[in-house]
């Protein structure tokens, strides 16, 4: 059937039926409600000349649509209705079924050509690429999917997520789990050599970039005597930075760097340009917006000029 059928035919008739009243009563009693295909799609849902071109025409461009041509004094198609609904339930939404009243729409069963009922059509991109008529089993059925979707798999775009579905969580890289299984064992040394490794492979890693700064920060911090903080002498540059690590390693990032924004205020040369590349390597950890960083970032302009 690829090819023989031009589906747009009934645009035009969409378009100017989507009012209710074009629409056929509501579906079988007894059927269950649409189960969802895992996409912004149901999986099994009811067509009419009105919607058919966005809902088989249009969609069919994204993921397989099975067209599913019945009606509601045709033995066989209850026999075969509830195999396909089965099976487009199970499908993940890698194809969905799209069911047809033909006594209701009898222009969709005109445009296919069909000749006895239940008959099953196959749409990719827009056009029929398949059918089979009359009742057969599942396992058939799937296996003639199967094929169809092989062979037309890659012209299909796939599924809009549904609204609120969580993204796919992106694979784990199995070197950042053994660097923060080091750094969860306490193993700061190893962590950070990790992940001076992955940063020197990968310089647009932002993860392991930003995480070799504050370790490398944590690492130097714990290292200076807690006395510093009282003990550290004015004109002691190296003392005030090392002051400087304790107060931000106790989360007080203000003191900090006030304490290096006044070594800067009153030194000059080598003293100074140590102090401001120290304060400008504690403002990395941070997110620049934070306003204890703004505010620093003003003051430090102060000192300098």
Known sequence: MSGAVDLSVLKERADAGRAQANRPAAPPAGRAPAPSSGGAFPSVYDVTEADFETDVVARSGQVLVLVDLWATWCEPCKQLSPTLEALAAQSGGSWVLAKVDVDANPRIAQLFGVQSIPTVVAIVAGQPVSAFAGVQPAGQIQGWIDDILAKHGAELTGAPAA???EPEPEPEDPRMVAAENKLNDGDIDGALADYKDIAAAEPENVEAASLVRNL?????????????????APDDVEAQLAAADIELLNQQPEAAFDRI???????AGDERTQARTRLLELFELFDPAETFVVAARRKL????Y
């Open 301 to 304: 302009a102060t000192a300098l």
């Open 261 to 267: 924004i006044k070594v800067i205020s009153r030194t």
């Open 163 to 165: 609204e609120g579905a």
């Open 216 to 232: 490398e920060f944590v690492a130097r911090a714990q290292k200076h005597d807690a006395a510093t903080l009282t003990d550290a």
